[in-house]
């Protein structure tokens, strides 16, 4: 179910000029709003979970994941260049298992990672704020690449729905209206980042079981589809 070419050459596409430039810009964002604020505020726990929860995981991380997530297969259907992997004796499963794991790759590295030295800078890891915040981003960084993966195989404008969802729903949303903050990535992902966090500074609506459910799921069933999706894309003289 994985396939070294097509990760080589997923990893070309979303590792180009273009696509880097906004990775790299939104950590190197975070980690100066970190030393900023630790430079004004000192270090102050409170304020270093305000910043990772609303800047790292609620804005950064869905966005870098937008970027993985569409931008592993989406561009390849658009232009048509999927077709040249598609006539290739691999199996289409093994081609979406294998971008998907390269989306995570890239999403974990420049949200999670970013998210663990900017809690670092800010209180030192004081109640384990950045390790909980770390490890809700790289949770959260698998379910955002498999969603934006799967809605790079179902429609051309991937990336409006992506910052769509990421933008509206996840943050607007998900921060005004109780029932949406259910059905949200982000919470799920902080689920586990509460039970990792002491003192109390992490909170989310959802329990631990029913995040780890419902994350796995949303995960399983959005790589499925994808597959599916891409089993029935149908190349030119196939018919």
Known sequence: MYNSTVARLTYRGLLGRRRALILFLLPALLLLIAVAVRQLTGVDDQIAADVLGGFALATMVPLIGVIAGTGAIGPEIDD?????????????????????LVAIGVTVVFSAVPTLIAGFIL???SQNVAVAYALAAAVASVAYSAVFLLLGTVTRH???????????????????????????VQQWALALAQKT?????????????????????????ATWYAGQKLRVLKLAGEE
């Open 80 to 100: 048509g260049s999927i077709v040249y992997l598609l006539a290739k004796p691999v199996k289409r499963p093994t081609i979406i298992v294998t971008k998907l």
């Open 197 to 221: 966090a002491d003192g109390g500074l992490v909170t989310s609506d959802v329990g631990l079981v029913p995040a780890v459910v419902l994350l796995s799921v949303v995960t399983a069933l």
């Open 158 to 184: 991937a990336v409006v729905a992506g910052l769509v969802y990421a933008l509206v729903w996840e943050s607007l949303f998900g921060s005004l209206i109780e029932g949406a903050r259910t059905l949200s």
């Open 123 to 125: 209180n030192g890891n």
